[in-house]
């Protein structure tokens, strides 16, 4: 009696750590890394982080019963955050690259979408062709990093992609490249820049996770669903009418 007793209790202790694992237990915190200077996808609004990804997050935080913790970071430090398994997941507007599919696994995509040459209409360069010889203006790390490094020549790199028109518009810098949607907001009500209408590149922005983690198939399911119901239409529409002119 005695044994039997204490084997229903090792199965009952056994089955409770067993359901503990897999993409974790409800009520743990989702702790989310991104850098919020990205509108529409991730911006400030007073206190609070929103966007299009935010969206998407929180309906995932949401199909898991889990509460959401975001943090705001260097976008340097997003994706190695990820893989060391400090965080989560990131969700930072990050280009799906061969390169960065080694260290981290991505979600399936949410937007298609490619960089942009932002330029002063004071200096106004015509086409890529024109930026040989030109300083170039980037967000350290993202994809434009990479691809004027790559094609055009060393750019001039920093923190944030607002940073490097802020520097475009001290004449610092000749032209910035940069993600086509955040160029939109940043030349919003601002006359002295524009946005070449040709696209450098095209790319596709997903959710990073750690290797092999269990929460990718949750977050695919969400991003197929709200692609299927229009949601995901519906906050790219929303968000991209409402983004502040970042300065
Ligand atoms: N899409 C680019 C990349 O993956 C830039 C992303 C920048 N994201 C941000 N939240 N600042 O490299």
Redesign the pocket.
Known sequence: MKTNILSILSVVLLSALVIGCGSGSKNEVLYMV?????PP??FRQGDDIVGIEVDIVKEIAKELGRPLKMEDMK?DSVIPCVQSGKADFAA????VTEDRKKNVDFSIPFVKTGLVIVCRKDAPVANAADLKGKTIGV?S????DIYVTQNICEPDRYE??PLAVQALRAKRVDAVVC?QDPAYAMAKNDDSIMILPELLTE?E?AIAFKKGSPLVEAANKVIERMKADGSLEASLKKWRAEMPSAD
Not at 34 to 38: G, I, K, P, R, V
Not at 92 to 95: A, H, L, M, P, R
Not at 141 to 144: D, I, Q
Request: without cysteine; charged residues 20%.
């Open positions: 991104t850098e919020a200077t990205f996808y991730e976008f930072s507007g990050i280009t967000q790390s993202s994809t434009s944030n992609a993600d790319e922005y």
